[in-house]
């Protein structure tokens, strides 16, 4: 039980069972002094005042050499020693000695549980591990992603929420990045709609009222009374639960971001199935081109990104037709405005238009077959793949 300081119950809410009839009584010298058994009547001797063996052992032995030296006579004193230890034995074993027994045990009891309980210590940094463990890796979909943190959340409606928070994350939570814990705040709108937040490695997104923004630089305060502030609005640790877990995620996760190893030769042949595997080979040619954090975007509305790295943004078209000048003038308006180099793969190659446009805006257009392999088609990819193939050789 958890009074208002966090305190337990103690003194006359403690509870102990009865030395006689096993009876759970208050675990007080009143409660195993008096109270009637569960079939009725008095549980305890009339002599509810225990005697102090060790008190009387002591008075019995200083009587009996107070007597012995009366009458000169050892044997007496023995006599009367022998009688006081039986009687001591006797009465030791009694209802009432019993209970005097009992009842020191419920005192220290009472104070066992008066006591504070000490608080287990946590080890944020291993839940912190823990957690980038179990939650799906980068490059995952969104609907995974938020299913994988909703469980985490358990809230008691989660249907609901998670068709939210996949709206939110699909137009506020950039493709190369990755969702660590979801937050819910019950607001006080008249239709009771709870205010969302969705944390990730980079950013914290909230939906409040029908507003929803991205802040890209939140102030994270940790330790004991810890909280994450977004403006005006504050999510304590100790009111969300899961936040100071995720909130260690993320500088975990920001600090341990390393580029993957460049790879030494072209990627290798293989073949393509449908549009994911061409995706995926277009991260495999970007790492090699020299975009090494490259990463394919979750499966569904990309924005016409298919690939994205901190340096660079890629399309792959698998259709039956050249690709035109506007869907390359698509990506390099993406691309101008992240301030990245763009770069587009297309099975079926490109219209002149398209090429000449591409040239002029510098965009790297590449053609690949459906083993996967990758030729240049303008001079920005000729020369992105004469400088990957001379690191390779180094």
């Known amino acids: 039980m958890t009074d208002q300081h966090g305190a337990r119950g103690v003194g006359r809410m403690a509870r102990l069972a009865c030395p006689l009839c096993k009876q759970q009584v208050l675990a007080t010298r009143q409660g195993l002094a008096r109270h009637e058994r569960v079939g009725g009547g008095q549980c305890l001797p009339a002599e509810r005042i225990p005697m102090n063996v060790p008190a009387f052992g002591c008075l019995a032995v200083v009587a009996g050499v107070v007597v ?123 239709r009771g709609v709870p205010l969302l937040a969705i944390i990730t490695d980079k950013a914290l997104v909230v939906k409040d009222r029908g507003v929803a923004y991205r802040d890209d630089d939140v102030e994270v305060h940790s ?40 790879p030494s030769s072209r990627p290798p042949e293989r073949l393509i199935r449908e549009a994911r595997d061409a995706e995926l080979i277009a991260v495999e040619w970007m790492r090699y081109l020299g975009f090494d954090d490259a990463v394919a975007t979750p499966v569904g509305a990309d924005g016409g990104v298919d690939v994205v790295s901190t340096r660079a943004v890629a399309q792959v078209k698998m ?46 257009l590449f053609r690949f077959d459906y083993q996967g392999a990758a030729e240049p088609v303008n001079a920005v990819a000729h020369e992105l793949l004469a400088a990957a193939d001379a690191r390779a050789q180094q």
């Open 223 to 262: 330790g004991e009374g810890g909280f994450v502030r977004s403006g005006e609005r504050l999510f304590f640790f100790s009111y969300h639960t899961g936040l100071e877990t995720a909130v260690a995620a993320r500088t975990l996760a920001a600090s341990s971001r390393r580029a993957v190893a460049v």
């Open 68 to 190: 012995g030296a009366i009458f000169t006579s050892w044997t007496v004193f023995w006599v009367f020693l022998l009688v006081a230890l039986t009687v001591i034995a006797f009465m030791a074993g009694t209802p009432a000695a019993r209970v005097a027994a009992a009842d020191q045990r419920a005192i220290e009891a009472v104070q066992r549980d008066a006591a504070p309980a000490a608080a287990p210590v946590r080890d944020i940094e291993q839940e912190a591990k823990q957690l980038l463990e179990e939650l799906p890796p980068l490059g995952s979909t969104v609907e995974d992603a938020i299913a994988a943190c909703m469980k985490r959340l358990r809230h008691r409606d989660p249907q609901p929420l998670t068709v939210r928070f996949t709206k939110l994350a699909r137009t506020h939570v950039a493709a190369d990045e990755r969702i660590l814990g979801l937050i819910v705040q019950e607001a006080s709108t008249p």
């Open 319 to 364: 259709e039956g037709k050249p690709t035109g000048r506007p869907v390359v003038q698509q990506l390099h308006g993406v691309a101008v405005h992240e301030d990245k180099t763009g770069v587009f793969f297309s099975l079926a190659g490109y219209t002149p238009h398209a090429r000449n446009w591409a040239q002029t805006s510098g965009t790297a």
